[in-house]
Nanobody, 115 residues
């Protein structure tokens, strides 16, 4: 499988927004459902949101519904996560991968929500 590189994280105040990007290498990106996962300190990694290969369907965990939006650009082999109305409990390292995960995990991008 290809390499995954996440970016766009940072420190933001509660109620703020961030847009994460994940660049995937390889020619078969568009064949797979993709997901954004997150891992908070001391917790297991969880799937937060996923999108089908051509973006026709998405699924969100209840805790982010209405606040997060996943999208993808198959021409750029990139998947995005727009995060609005961020809460302290969204603090975590965010990763992308196929859904279910098949590729080696990237380094992730840290999102910290704090005042």
């Amino acid at each position: 499988q290809g390499q995954l590189v996440e970016s766009g994280g940072g420190l933001v105040q509660p109620g703020g927004s961030l847009r994460l990007s994940c660049a995937a290498s390889g020619n078969i990106f568009k064949l797979y459902s993709m997901g954004w996962y997150r891992q908070a300190a001391g917790k297991e990694r969880e799937l937060v949101v996923s999108i089908t290969p051509y973006g026709y369907s998405t699924n969100y965990v209840d805790s982010v519904k209405g606040r997060f939006t996943i999208s993808r650009d198959n021409a750029k082999n990139t998947v995005y996560l727009q995060m609005n109305s961020l809460k302290p409990e969204d603090t975590a390292v965010y990763y992308c991968n196929t859904n279910p995960s098949r590729s080696p995990w990237g380094q992730g991008t840290q999102v910290t929500v704090s005042s």
